[in-house]
C-alpha cells in the first residue's frame, strides 16, 4: 500500500520560511513525476509545485521565486522549501505523484497533509 507522509509544517508570520517534506514508500520513488499540491478553506486543491523523475521543475505563478521544490531519490523524499510566505499561502499541503501533461496525480491516494498557516 502506498503511503505519503507530509510534515513541516505550522505557524509562521508573513516573510518567513517553512520547509516541507514528503516521505513515499513508492517501490520505485525515482521514476514517479512528484509534486506538492494544497488546499485551502473552502477552495479546491491546487498544484503548488512539480519536480519530474529528471528533476525538472514547475510552480504555480503564485509560488515563483519564493518556493523550491527538490527531491533525494535515495531517501525517497520530497521537499518545498518555502521561502517570503505570504497569507494566502494558508493551507493544508500535499504530496503526491503528478501527470506533467495534465497537472494533476495519478495516484488514488493522498497522505493527510500538513497545515501551513501564514498570519502575523
Known amino acids: 500500500q502506498v503511503q505519503l507522509v507530509e510534515s513541516g509544517g505550522g505557524l509562521v508570520q508573513p516573510g518567513g520560511s517553512l520547509r516541507l517534506s514528503c516521505a513515499a514508500s513508492l517501490s520505485i520513488f525515482s521514476i514517479y513525476d512528484m509534486g506538492w499540491y494544497r488546499q485551502a478553506p473552502g477552495k479546491q486543491r491546487e498544484m503548488v509545485a512539480t519536480?519530474?523523475?529528471?528533476?525538472?521543475?514547475n510552480y504555480a505563478e503564485s509560488v515563483k521565486g519564493r518556493f523550491t521544490i527538490s527531491r533525494d531519490n535515495a531517501k525517497k523524499m520530497m521537499y518545498l522549501q518555502m521561502n517570503s510566505l505570504k497569507p494566502e499561502d494558508t493551507a493544508v499541503y500535499y504530496c503526491?505523484?503528478?501527470?506533467?501533461?495534465?497537472?494533476?496525480?495519478?495516484?488514488?491516494?493522498w497522505g493527510q497533509g500538513t497545515q501551513v498557516t501564514v498570519s502575523s
Open positions: 519536480i519530474t523523475s529528471g528533476r525538472t521543475t
Open positions: 503526491n505523484d503528478v501527470n506533467v501533461a495534465t497537472m494533476t496525480p495519478t495516484l488514488p491516494y
